[in-house]
């Protein structure tokens, strides 16, 4: 390849790189968590949820395994009851309940202590887009490094073939190149004690399998 191909062709992968970092506006994604819309819809929102796709930019290519998360609301205190499970070791779960308080029932960001938990957009049938920040300083700001961008979807199935795909991409696109979200992988259900049996005084909230559809 002589040297003025070599130049060029090392011109457009600069290009292609660039063109990858303005699709993704770190301003905006931090200010998001200023930004909350008011607008959930809770019993909508409520419910299984599997965690599908992910980016963390201190950590591109980072691949989790069976995260799912369980959200139910409690309309009289404002309060989401919120189970997150997460795979650690083979056949091993990690399970966390959490109670988070919101200002309003339409209220898209959850705090708690230094972690922010903000439902950035959701068509409530199919997927949520939702930014988790972990290292929420003490002006109650968190930087661009530590926001981890989840899609969480209603079932284990992969989306990039649905029709819904294309508005996923657009709702990670100010903190996540669409491209560099990784697949999380879902073979058990962790965010339950058990397969088919998880309650908080409201009833079985748990699906009994796995299910492609």
């Not at 009851?81 to 200002?103: E, F, K, M, P, W």
Request: proline share 4%.
């Amino acid at each position: 390849m002589s040297n003025t191909a070599q130049f060029s062709l090392l011109l457009l992968i600069y290009f292609c790189i660039v063109q990858h970092a303005r699709a993704v506006d770190e301003d905006k994604c931090v200010r998001s968590f200023l930004n909350d819309a008011g607008d959930l819809n809770p019993d909508r929102f409520q419910g299984y949820w599997y965690a599908r796709y992910s980016f963390l930019p201190n950590r591109p290519g980072f691949r989790a395994m069976d995260t799912q998360s369980i959200y139910v609301y409690i309309p009289e205190s404002r309060l989401w009851h919120i189970a997150a499970g997460l795979s650690i070791v083979d056949g091993l779960c990690y399970r966390r309940v959490v109670n988070v308080t919101v200002d309003s029932p339409g209220t898209r960001l959850f705090k708690e202590f230094t972690y922010f938990h903000h439902v950035v957009a959701s068509d409530y049938d199919n997927y949520a887009v939702v930014l988790f920040c972990w290292g929420v300083n003490f002006a109650g700001k968190c930087e661009y490094g530590d926001i981890q961008t989840i899609v969480l979807t209603r079932s284990p199935r992969d989306l990039r073939s649905s029709n819904v795909w294309s508005k996923v991409t657009a709702d990670v696109s100010d903190c996540a190149d669409p491209s560099q979200l990784t697949d999380v992988l879902q073979e058990n259900i962790c965010a339950c004690r058990n397969p088919d049996d998880f309650t908080l005084g409201l009833g079985n909230t748990c699906p009994d399998r796995l299910t492609d559809g």
